[in-house]
């Protein structure tokens, strides 16, 4: 005698549980659009339906096939109802949550940082075709503002060397800037919008960097920005 879907199913077939969700999905799909009015909600009723059906298929009662259907719908009820309720109190919940302290615009800081970052990577591309005693010099000198007599105790060397490097860094700077400028610098320039409080001019940039390129700068102009503290007052 061949043994019904029913009895399969509460034996834990999982052929028989195939079978089942075969001839039984679209209902209980149908049932969840119904009495929910959301589409994706039902394929979710409709996973937990058949995931509850396994765990319950020992309660099946003995009957004929037919009862599968109905056992079905209820199941469905259930599960909408849980699913319900659940929703409730996530609500409830979040509801209880104090709202977020307002985050403030960071755009303007980002738009800053940038331009920071930019005017550094051009006095780097700069300051790498100097020799290392040159660079060194004009960090300290120009970026960090020590005099010169400090920073040839700093480095251990002449105050004449030091005037004779911090000379030699000026001079290459403005021929490197000139010369990045050839290779396509002003286009990369005035492709970009000028914003308010932006200068196109090459100066000391925020942070107190010293800006590679500059477009219609006079040539000497950057010679006497430059300049140090100590040697303007002499």
Do not use: Y
């Not at 009862?67 to 409730?88: F, K, Q, S």
């Amino acid at each position: 005698m061949e043994t019904s879907l029913r009895a399969r199913v509460r034996a834990g077939d999982p052929d028989a549980f195939r079978q089942l969700f075969d001839e039984h999905a679209a209902v209980v799909h149908r049932h969840a659009v119904r009495t929910t009015g959301d589409w994706t909600l039902a394929d979710d009723l409709v996973s937990l339906t058949f995931l509850e059906a396994w765990r319950l298929r020992e309660r099946v009662l003995p009957g004929d096939d037919a009862g599968l259907r109905p056992w079905l719908l209820g199941i469905t009820t259930n599960v909408t109802r849980n699913t319900a309720r659940a929703a409730r109190r996530h609500r409830a919940a979040l509801a209880r949550v104090p709202p977020p302290d307002p985050v403030p615009d960071f755009a303007e800081e980002v738009v800053r940082r940038q331009a920071d970052a930019e005017e550094l990577a051009a006095a780097q591309r700069a300051l790498r075709g100097m020799r290392r005693g040159e660079r060194e010099v004009f960090a300290l000198c120009v970026w960090e503002g020590l005099d010169t007599a400090t920073v040839a105790e700093v480095l251990g060397v002449a105050v004449g060397t030091v005037r004779a490097r911090l000379s030699r860094a000026r001079k290459r700077l403005r021929e490197l800037t000139d010369l990045e400028l050839e290779r396509g610098g002003r286009g990369a320039d005035t492709g970009r919008e000028s914003g308010p409080g932006r200068s196109t001019e090459a100066g000391i940039g925020q942070g107190g960097v010293q800006r590679s390129a500059a477009v219609g700068q006079i040539p000497g102009s950057r010679h006497q920005a430059a300049r140090s503290t100590q040697e303007t007052k002499r």
